[in-house]
């Protein structure tokens, strides 16, 4: 237990459909990070927040976008789905500042179906 | 860019040692390691610094080599429960594609 919650577990879409999925980070926790994980692939960093800014962006196009609140709430929306956006997303966070060595505690994960 | 993992896969009997490899085409400050059991989020296990500090789990050990842009996991007289997929990478970089481990009795 991780103590990070993601929201749906499982999800199916249909392409051109916009999906939010959501991530409850550990209480104290500023940052937070997406990642998408497809079938036998390592996560690939998507997009990163602290206290509610975007803090860095991966090799994905705007249509990939975040949100995070002042709870400790995150939540990554994906505009005019894809059927490559199917995988496993999920959320970490940490308490240090962005870039810093802290440990990320992931969430189980949302696995996202497009057909 | 990703970080290179090798080799893909690994079967171990218990008590065996292996080690896991990582490269990097970018200059890492720090490497961060995680295992993934199968339908599970990834948990966190080691994490490497410049400089030579090293956090983390006391029964797998870890070297990390900044000018080689290098980092090597080593598993110990290996348990059951060290199977799963072995992921190295840094936060805000993408992981590499995994070492998957199998420990038999």
């Known amino acids: 237990e991780t103590g990070v919650t993601q929201s749906p577990t499982h999800l199916i879409k249909t392409r051109g459909q916009q999906v939010t999925l959501r991530c409850s980070s550990q209480?104290?926790?500023?940052?937070v990070s997406w990642y998408q994980q497809a079938l036998g692939q390592g996560p690939q960093f998507i997009f990163q927040?602290?206290?509610?800014?975007?803090?860095g962006r991966g090799n994905f196009p705007p249509r990939f976008s975040g949100l995070q609140f002042p709870n400790y709430s995150s939540e990554l929306n994906v505009n005019a789905l894809e059927l490559d956006d199917s995988a496993l997303y999920l959320c970490?966070?940490?308490?240090?500042?962005?870039?810093?060595?802290?440990?990320?505690?992931f969430g189980p994960g949302t696995r996202l179906t497009v057909l | 860019q990703q970080p290179v993992q090798s080799p893909q896969a690994v079967i171990l009997r218990e008590g065996e040692d292996a080690v896991i490899n990582c490269s990097s085409s970018?200059?890492?400050?720090?490497v961060h390691w995680y295992r993934q059991k199968h339908g599970e989020a990834p948990i966190f296990l080691m994490i490497?610094?410049?400089?030579?500090e090293q956090k983390g789990h006391d029964k797998i050990s870890a070297s990390f080599n900044e000018k080689k842009q290098q980092s090597s996991l080593y598993l110990t007289a290996s348990q059951l429960s060290y199977s799963g997929t072995y992921f190295c990478?840094?936060?805000?970089?993408?992981f590499g594609a995994g070492t998957t481990v199998t420990v038999r009795a």
């Open positions: 970018k200059a890492l400050y720090s």
């Open positions: 927040y602290y206290r509610e800014e975007e803090n």
């Open positions: 990478g840094t936060p805000k970089l993408s």
């Open positions: 209480s104290g926790h500023n940052t």
């Open positions: 970490a966070s940490s308490p240090g500042l962005p870039g810093s060595t802290d440990t990320q505690y």
């Open positions: 490497l610094l410049k400089g030579g």
